[in-house]
T-cell receptor, first 113, second 114 residues
Framework: KNQVEQSPQSLIILEGKNCTLQCNYTVSPFSNLRWYKQDTGRGPVSLTIMTFSENTKSNGRYTATLDADTKQSSLHITASQLSDSASYICVVSDNTNAGKSTFGDGTTLTVKP | DTGVSQNPRHKITKRGQNVTFRCDPISEHNRLYWYRQTLGQGPEFLTYFQNEAQLEKSRLLSDRFSAERPKGSFSTLEIQRTEQGDSAMYLC????????????FGQGTRLTVV
């Protein structure tokens, strides 16, 4: 069964600090891995997408890494801001025609002043 | 606004009533997905359209749920005889590329069944 597990479940950091969120997956055959940011009561917004051959991708202060061998990904947030407070969801798609995706339950990040 | 649009944003209904949600995807996107999300969980796949064809349905989509995309553009999700367990956020997503199926999500419809 395809699964995506994220850790930690929640995280509180001070403004300006860095943090790293983890994602482990067991999705096969692998197509791509995406990180989304979801503000409370809003739809998810795509941050990064990585395919099998990519092991790092940045989007501003967000940097995602992918280790396809160990089936692990991380999302690093640099110099956090209050607006980074949100849920961060890891999504892994398989390589079938429908591109079926498996979602993690997210990490809830709270940035405090 | 050229993003994915969902209406209504919020819906409160009494148990047993029927509700219908609408999703307008980005105009050139031929793939459309519906998800359900409960508090503290990631979105759960409900169904998927490619153009007007409904190609996949989750077992979560009980016989009380039906989705349509009659002209391959907007889509509707109907829930009949709502139950309290149906209370959730219903998300729609669309994409054009096969390898980026949920590149764009709508803002969701928050359903509360009382």
């Amino acid at each position: 069964k395809n699964q995506v597990e994220q850790s930690p479940q929640s995280l509180i950091i001070l403004e300006g600090k860095n943090c790293t969120l983890q994602c482990n997956y067991t999705v096969s055959p692998f197509s791509n891995l995406r990180w989304y940011k979801q503000d409370t009561g809003r739809g998810p917004v795509s941050l990064t997408i990585m395919t099998f051959s990519e092991n790092t991708k940045s989007n501003g202060r967000y940097t995602a890494t992918l280790d396809a061998d160990t089936k692990q990904s991380s999302l690093h947030i640099t110099a956090s801001q209050l607006s980074d407070s949100a849920s961060y969801i890891c999504v892994v798609s398989d390589n079938t025609n429908a591109g079926k995706s498996t979602f993690g339950d997210g990490t809830t990040l709270t940035v405090k002043p | 606004d050229t993003g994915v649009s969902q209406n209504p944003r919020h819906k409160i209904t009494k148990r047993g009533q029927n509700v219908t949600f609408r999703c307008d995807p980005i105009s050139e996107h031929n793939r459309l997905y519906w998800y359900r999300q409960t508090l503290g969980q990631g979105p759960e796949f409900l169904t998927y359209f490619q153009n007007e064809a409904q190609l996949e349905k989750s077992r979560l989509l009980s016989d009380r749920f039906s989705a349509e995309r009659p002209k391959g553009s907007f889509s509707t999700l109907e829930i009949q005889r709502t139950e309290q367990g149906d209370s959730a956020m219903y998300l729609c997503a669309s994409s054009f590329r096969h390898d980026e199926p949920e590149a764009f999500f709508g803002q969701g419809t928050r359903l509360t069944v009382v």
